[in-house]
């Protein structure tokens, strides 16, 4: 069983920047792809970035490329998101999560394929 714990959240102004960390339990975690993903309110969660077991490839979705970067230090076992220029849209609660499949190098977007989630932390943007 691995546990991924979100930190980072907050409330912050428009043009601001916050970075959620996300710490895991598992010792395979350098194995694994990881992702962010984000749920506003009355909406479906949607992804927002992931990177590669190696940090070698990274994927944006495109409200955030230029904004966001994602990146991890499996030394620590983290990984984080680097969010800049916040805007009111990035407000939701954001999640990581860990790929389902152990050394991929084609990483999808979809829930489904990430097995192992955060409980999530609060992102809000004021205007």
């Known amino acids: 069983q691995v546990q991924l714990v979100e930190s980072g959240g907050g409330l912050v102004q428009a043009g601001g920047s916050l970075r959620l960390s996300c710490a895991a339990s598992?010792?395979?975690?350098?194995?694994?792809?990881m992702g962010w993903f984000r749920q506003a309110l009355g909406k479906e969660r949607e992804f927002v970035a992931a990177l590669t077991w190696n940090g070698g490839n990274t994927y944006y979705t495109e409200s955030v490329k230029g904004r966001f970067t994602i990146s991890r230090d499996n030394r620590k076992d983290t990984v984080y998101l680097q969010m800049n220029s916040l805007k009111p849209e990035d407000t939701a609660i954001y999640y990581c999560a860990q790929y389902g499949t152990s050394y991929s190098t084609t990483i999808r977007r979809r829930p489904d394929d990430y097995t192992y989630w955060g409980q999530g932390t609060q992102v809000t943007v004021s205007s």
């Open positions: 598992a010792r395979t975690f350098s194995a694994y792809a």
